[in-house]
């Protein structure tokens, strides 16, 4: 089961969806079409449903900052 970030999962659902409606789509894959348009429009993440109909696990982008000092001698 791959792991993907909610870019990528996004990018299989519109693959998937093809020509379809997204209700038509939403009903195919068993969630609702409101909240399968919010996940396509990045305003909510892709929920369990979603995950186990395309068999992906999802992870989340994180970005580390640091800074380098310096010891002053």
Do not use: C, W
Not at 8 to 26: C, F, H, V
């Amino acid at each position: 089961m791959p792991i993907l970030d909610d870019d990528q999962i996004n990018a299989i659902i519109l693959k998937g969806k093809g020509e379809k409606s997204i209700r038509e789509y939403a009903r195919e894959i068993g969630v609702s079409a409101p909240y399968l348009a919010d996940v396509l429009h990045g305003n909510r993440n892709p929920g369990p449903k979603i995950l186990k109909h395309f068999n992906v696990k999802r992870t989340k982008k994180v970005t580390i900052e640091y800074t380098f000092t310096r010891d002053k001698k």
